[in-house]
């Protein structure tokens, strides 16, 4: 069977974003089309005050368990997530061969509030104040490490840095793993948490947040013509990615094909994308190629959308151009805000929710697109829509863009009971 034939399909989600902290929540608080962004009292007295967290769980209490006082936020959430897709899928890790259990997190920046805390630490009691745990709990890999852990995974386990296409990345390497046959299930996603002064400071000091301090609510605002910049997020979602025969001879069914996946880089700058957009293009091209689809045949878009100036431009030429026949367009940061490494993760399972569910969320905070910008996109509220194959974007600095095409499953019986949550020891 060649690896056209084969395929790979999501057979479970997790995730913990601003909207909620599983799928339901997610996608009920993505349709609601309403930002999620609120001041934070960690913010208190800086030039942009508001983000958008996850509030509503108790992650210590979620994860469980005498491993959580060795966890960074970010690793917490990853965990939470990993844990909800595996159950999704109707798979545990006390029936698996962790052998062939591979594990790819996307994390861009890692356990900041950690290395400030013990720098902290140091300044005011000296070396000894210092945790040992400061470094296991910091490296963007611990993500990757603890949920290997927790499941009993012995294969491959990655930790890919393509800053905002983390997520997305983590996901195309999953599909090679399985396509190149070195694993029989891999648990793919991404997880950030930075929302702290010191990031926040210096994503402003940079201009690319909002300064609508003044209306958090309407501060991410995707190819408005009065965006003014993102709005910085935090979370995590995971997918459960096996090759598409393995899962129905299992009996799971798949919530959607991973058809193909690109990548291209810019090479143009450290964080301003390349105007003429030729590396997103050719990421594009290459998911097309990969797939074996022409780009008529795309229904729906999920973009990147991160609500700057130079990003949504670069990004409307980009489908403009692509795709004349004018497919539905979404973009979740609308009410997610930037979720930064993760974004690429939960923006995935927004496009296999799409899918699966006929439905597209609506753009939060866009009322009319800027002159030129000659987009589909889905305001005010949901479109129900009979979308067959979509692409979900994801651009990072350093220039890494990454995009992945996703086509509806059929449906094959009923799904299965998924078990209970997996513990962790």
Known sequence: MGRAEMGVAVTGVGLVTPAGADEHAFWAGLCAGVSMARRCDELAGLPVDFACAVDG??????????????????V??????ARQAVADAGLSPKRWNGDRVGVVLGVGVGGVSVLVDNLRRLDDGGPEAVSPLLVPMMMPNAAAGEVAIALRAHGPSLAPATACASGATAIAVARDLLMSGQCDVVVAGGAESVVTPLVVSAFAGMGALSRRTGDPVGASRPFAADRDGFVIGEGAAVLVLERTPDAYARGGRPRALLAGTGSGTDAHHPTAPAPDGAGARRAVEAALRDAGWAARQIDHINAHGTSTRLNDAMETALISELFPHRPSVTAPKGVLGHTLAAGGAIEAVATVLTLEQGLVPPIANLDSLPDGFDLDCVVKEPRMQDAERALSHSFGFGGHNVVLAFQRAEPDGPRRTAPGVLAVD
């Open 76 to 81: 917490k959430m990853a965990l939470i997530a």
């Open 57 to 74: 769980v108790d992650l210590d209490e979620a994860v469980g368990g005498r491993a959580v006082w060795r966890m960074a936020r970010f």
